[in-house]
C-alpha cells in the first residue's frame, strides 16, 4: 500500500510505502516488515527526499503524480543509494525531466552505474554545504558507512526535521507514522535496528553524533518506520548510549611468533587498541611462553587472535605446533582471528588462519564481515606488509573496534 500524502508539518509530506510482507534483507527477514519513507518538501522549489524500493517504483511514481506534476520538482536527494531508497529512482527521474539528483560524490558515481542515469544533471554535495529550496533551505551531512559508504544527511533548517535514511530508522510497517502514535514502546525495535544495522560502524555513529549535536532538531524523518517527533532527544541519547557499547569485561588473549619484531608490534599495538575498549589482553609469545599457560589463557578468553610472520611462505617458530592443539579445544563461542606482518606474499598468515577455521569458534573472514555487516574495511585475515607505522595504526584502530562492537554479542 503506497502511503496517502501525510503531512508532517507545514508543506513536508510523506510520501512513501508501507511493505507489511516479510522482508528479506541483508540475509535477514523483517517479520514486522518495514515502511519506505519518502518525503515530498512543497517548497518554491519542490523537492523530494529519497524514494521506495525498487519493487514499488512505478506505483511510487503513480502515487505521487497524484499530489504533483513530476516536471515541476526541481531536487530528489538522494541520501543513500541501497535500491530500497533509490530504487524508485531511475521512474521517478523519468518523469522528473527537470529535477536536478542531490547527492554525494560517490553516490553520483553509483547511482549513473547503476541506473544507467548519465544524462541526467547531478547536485554534488559535500559536507556542510547548503541548498537553497525556495522558502526553505537544506543543509548536509556526509555519513559514510550509515549504512553504506556514500550515505549522507539532510537537515531542513527551518522546520528544524533531519532526515537521516537508514539512520535512527526501525524496521515496521507500522500504519501510525509518528512514534508518539505508535501503540506499544518503539524502543526496543529500534534498538534491534541500531544493534543489527549500525552498530558494527559504529565509530561512524560517533562521528555523525559529533556533526548533528550542533543543530537543533525537532524532528527525525527516517527512511524506515516510525518518524521521531516525540522525546526525539531520547532516541538521540539511545544512539548515544549505544555506540559507547563495546566488549568491556571481556577478555582477549593475542599469540604471536615473530621473526623481525613486525608481527609483535603490530599484536602490541592490537592489545593497547582493544584495552582502550575495555577488553583485558593477555599478551603471549608463543616462542618463549610456556604451551601450558598458552592453552589456559585461550580457554579463559573471549577473544584468540593468532599472529606468525612468513618465513617461506610458512608460519614461524612453534606456531605450528600450537595451533593445532589449540583447534582440539572446545572453542565454542569464542572470536578468533589471524594476523601478521609480511615481506612478499605473506602465505603463513593465510596457513594460520586455515588452521583456525578447522576450529568451532567464530573466526573473523573478510568474507563473512562483509557478509553480515557490510563493513568493507576490515580485513580477516590482518595482513600488515611490513609495518608502513601511520597506516597501521589506522587499520588496527578500525580492525578492533570492529572487534569490541562484535563482542557484545558473543556467548
Ligand atoms: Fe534502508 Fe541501507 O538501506
Redesign the pocket.
Known amino acids: 500500500m503506497i502511503q496517502n500524502k501525510i503531512e508532517i508539518t507545514g508543506g513536508v509530506y510523506l510520501v512513501g510505502k508501507i511493505d507489511d510482507r516479510d522482508v528479506p534483507?541483508h540475509r535477514l527477514i523483517l517479520t514486522k516488515g518495514?515502511t519506505?519513507n519518502s518525503y515530498l518538501i512543497d517548497s518554491e522549489l519542490p523537492t523530494v527526499i529519497d524514494t521506495v524500493d525498487i519493487s514499488f517504483a512505478r506505483e511510487y511514481v503513480e502515487g505521487l503524480k497524484k499530489h504533483l506534476d513530476p516536471a515541476t520538482i526541481k531536487y530528489i536527494v538522494i541520501n543513500?543509494v541501497?535500491p530500497?531508497?533509490s530504487g524508485a529512482l531511475p521512474a521517478l527521474a523519468a518523469q522528473a525531466k527537470n529535477a536536478v539528483i542531490v547527492c554525494t560524490e560517490l553516490a553520483a558515481d553509483e547511482l549513473k552505474k547503476m541506473y544507467r542515469l548519465h544524462d541526467h544533471e547531478f547536485l554534488i554535495i559535500m559536507d556542510g554545504e547548503i541548498l537553497d529550496i525556495g522558502d526553505k533551505t537544506l543543509k548536509f551531512y556526509e555519513t559514510p558507512y550509515l549504512?553504506?559508504e556514500e550515505?549522507m544527511i539532510t537537515f531542513l533548517e527551518e522546520d528544524r526535521i533531519l532526515f537521516p535514511?537508514?539512520i535512527f530508522?526501525t524496521h515496521l510497517a507500522n500504519t501510525e507514522y509518528f512514534n508518539d502514535a505508535a501503540k506499544g514502546d518503539i524502543r526496543e525495535d529500534y534498538s534491534i535496528y541500531y544493534k543489527l544495522?549500525m552498530h558494527p560502524h559504529r565509530r561512524h555513529v560517533k562521528e555523525m553524533l559529533g556533526k548533528i549535536g550542533k543543530l537543533d532538531i525537532q524532528m527525525i524523518a527516517p527512511?524506515?518506520g516510525f518518524i521521531l517527533r516525540d522525546n526525539v532527544d531520547e532516541y538521540i541519547d539511545l544512539y548515544k548510549e549505544m555506540s559507547q557499547e563495546t566488549g568491556v569485561g571481556k577478555k582477549a588473549v593475542i599469540i604471536y611468533s615473530s621473526m623481525t619484531g613486525n608481527t609483535k608490534k603490530i599484536a602490541k599495538q592490537l592489545k593497547e587498541s582493544l584495552e582502550l575498549d575495555g577488553i583485558k589482553t593477555n599478551l603471549l609469545d608463543m616462542n618463549s611462553i610456556e604451551e601450558d599457560i598458552i592453552i589456559e589463557s585461550v580457554k579463559e578468553s573471549d577473544l584468540l587472535l593468532m599472529g606468525s610472520s612468513t618465513k617461506y611462505a610458512d608460519m614461524t617458530g612453534k606456531t605450528e605446533e600450537i595451533v593445532k592443539k589449540i583447534i582440539e579445544l572446545d572453542l565454542q563461542g569464542k572470536v578468533g582471528g589471524a594476523f601478521g606482518s609480511y615481506g612478499w606474499s605473506g602465505e603463513g598468515i593465510e596457513v594460520l588462519q586455515d588452521y583456525l577455521l578447522k576450529s568451532n569458534m567464530d573466526v573473523l573472514t573478510t568474507s563473512e564481515i562483509i557478509k553480515t555487516t557490510?563493513v568493507n574495511d576490515v580485513q580477516f585475515p590482518l595482513r600488515i606488509q611490513f609495518l608502513p607505522e601511520d597506516e597501521t595504526a589506522q587499520i588496527i584502530k578500525r580492525t578492533t573496534n570492529y572487534i569490541s562492537g562484535i563482542l557484545l554479542n558473543a556467548s
Open positions: 534483507f518495514t519506505y543513500h541501497e530500497d531508497h549504512h553504506t550515505t535514511c537508514d530508522s544495522i527512511s524506515h557490510g
